[in-house]
């Protein structure tokens, strides 16, 4: 390959890693902040459940209040059943224990209830912030990871672009308005390689056989006349000893 080629496809290789280093800078913040949403996702889980568990207690205790005000009335009846003195007070009275009970009876199935739904939430609370304490360390272990990648990210960016500018600095100046053109109209991909069947590989036209002569050369500067990208040529690898195979 002529040295003109193989520093354009050196300086697009490293406008490739410049431009991915500075991809992964970029999307760093909000991977970041996806990882702290995440974990806020779990608190609230647990912040949730122990909401629900604390209206559930005092339910609970709204209804255990309800109980004793039952039981107070069932003992005052009973100790005025004594005092009556006509069979008809008598019923009456009657009526209204059974009444009481039965408000009691429902009164003391809704406090089972939420003893229930308590030991419900409790076990849901538990179950939360073990997940809660998982996911912590998975996201510190995320972010320390991330912090990582953005550093070496850094460091590859500034290598990459100090190497650019030695390359730049060895090519012609028409050489690298050739490239940054192209470059520019097509996403910053100005080099690709001719395949070996003739076809350019970015924009896949077919080259004219005397084109495609040229580029397989890699001696000089050739333009897919469709897509404008400067070609070059990958020769396949020498051929490789087949394996032997035994007949079985
Ligand atoms: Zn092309």
Do not use: W
């Not at 970029?26 to 702290?36: G, K, Y």
């Not at 009526?95 to 406090?111: D, P, R, S, Y």
């Not at 538990?126 to 998982?134: D, I, M, N, P, T």
């Not at 396949?236 to 032997?244: N, T």
């Amino acid at each position: 390959m002529s040295p003109d080629l193989e520093r354009l496809v050196r300086l697009q290789n490293l406008e490739t890693a410049i431009e991915d280093s500075r991809r992964r800078i970029a999307a760093h913040p909000q991977r970041v902040e996806d990882a702290d949403a995440r974990l806020a996702r779990a608190k609230d889980v647990v912040d949730g459940a122990k909401q629900r568990l604390k209206e559930s207690q005092e339910s609970r205790r709204e209804r255990e209040k309800e109980a004793t005000a039952y039981q107070t009335r069932l003992s005052k009846f009973k100790d005025q059943l004594s005092a009556v003195k006509t069979n008809r007070e008598y019923q009456a009275m009657q009526v209204e224990i059974e009444t009481a009970q039965k408000g009691l009876g429902a009164v003391e199935e809704k406090v089972l209830e939420r003893m229930m739904e308590s030991d419900a939430l409790t076990a849901e609370i538990k179950k939360a912030e073990q997940a809660l304490v998982a996911l912590q360390k998975e996201v510190d272990a995320e972010k320390k990871a991330l912090a990582e990648e953005r550093a070496a990210a850094e460091v590859a960016l500034t290598q990459a672009t100090e190497q650019r500018g030695a390359v730049i600095a060895a090519l012609e100046p028409q050489l690298v308005a050739l490239f940054e053109n192209v470059a520019r109209a097509r996403k910053g991909v100005a080099l690709c390689s001719a395949t070996r069947d003739g076809l350019c590989s970015a924009c896949h036209v077919r080259l004219r056989p005397q084109a495609f002569q040229e580029v397989r050369r890699n001696d000089q500067i050739i333009q897919c006349f469709s897509c404008n990208r400067i070609l070059y040529y990958i020769p396949p690898p020498p051929p490789v000893e087949p394996a032997v195979t035994h007949a079985s």
